[in-house]
């Protein structure tokens, strides 16, 4: 079992910045894929971005690439979003997971542990 919690979420203006984080513990954490993912009100989960168990390779959703960060410290076992230039569309729950490979689109299947969210909330 790997636990996950998301922390760093809250309320910001249009085209500031925050930076989650989601702590990992339980089993190894550098043998995990990590992803984040978001799921605003009335809409279903989407993903965000993703990172490899080393780091070397992320991959981003179209809607934040340019604008937000993945990044990872194993040492610490944590991974890290920074989100820049934050728009009111990014308003939503943010969730990280924990998995084996990159699954961008629904059912998530290469992701096998879920955090319980961080909500950002963007004021325009």
């Known amino acids: 079992q790997v636990q996950l919690v998301e922390s760093g979420g809250g309320l910001v203006q249009a085209g500031g910045s925050l930076r989650l984080s989601c702590a990992a513990s339980g089993r190894t954490f550098r043998n995990y894929a990590m992803g984040w993912f978001r799921q605003a009100p009335g809409k279903e989960r989407e993903f965000v971005a993703y990172?490899?168990?080393?780091?070397?390779?992320?991959f981003y959703a179209d809607s934040v690439e340019g604008r937000f960060t993945i990044s990872r410290d194993n040492a610490k076992n944590t991974v890290y979003l920074q989100m820049n230039s934050l728009k009111a569309e990014d308003t939503a729950v943010y969730y990280c997971?924990?998995?084996?490979?990159?699954?961008?689109?629904?059912?998530?299947?290469?992701?096998?542990?879920w955090g319980k969210g961080t909500l950002v909330t963007v004021s325009s």
């Open positions: 997971a924990a998995g084996t490979y990159y699954s961008p689109a629904p059912p998530y299947n290469g992701m096998n542990y």
């Open positions: 990172i490899n168990w080393s780091g070397g390779s992320t």
